[in-house]
């Protein structure tokens, strides 16, 4: 009960920072112009936690400041295909802090349109299916990057 209770008011005051943020202004990488939603805390809290911010970072096949992996650039193109953009991701993007950047966003935008911070912390870790328990060390990290 008292972990449910630690991840609850952990989820809340990530909240809490993404609307204070979220009302200082919009950013360049708001998720759209209609939403406010401002996922820089997100991105560089995980940027830190995966590669301390260096973009030439490898750790088997992740590689880059967020660590991307092949198969979520595949998953990138196939959601740009879907929504029948000519926009396509090169392996070689994940070096670029921009365009792993706009790669996070993509998947957040299709996978997490209510922009739940904990679904995308946990998400990024452990993939859609994540497990809660086989992701908490990395939330708490991520969370503690953003505080």
Do not use: H
Not at 79 to 91: C, M, P, V
């Amino acid at each position: 009960m008292i972990g449910f209770i630690k991840r609850a008011v952990l989820s809340l005051m990530a909240l809490f920072m993404m609307s204070l943020s979220a009302a200082a202004g919009d950013s360049i990488w708001s998720m759209n112009k209609k939403s406010s939603f401002d996922w820089n805390p997100v991105m560089d809290a995980i940027i830190q936690v995966e590669s301390e911010g260096n973009p030439r970072a490898v750790s088997g096949n992740s590689v880059g400041v967020m660590q991307i992996t092949p198969v979520l650039v595949k998953e990138c193109n196939n959601i740009l295909q879907k929504q029948k953009s000519n926009k396509r991701y090169t392996l070689d993007d994940r070096y670029s802090v921009e365009k792993s950047k706009e790669m996070f966003l993509l998947i957040q935008k299709y996978f997490n349109p209510e922009n739940n911070v904990e679904k995308a912390i946990r998400s990024w870790n452990g993939g859609m299916k994540y497990s809660i328990r086989a992701t908490n060390k990395y939330y708490k990290k991520v969370l503690a990057r953003m505080n």
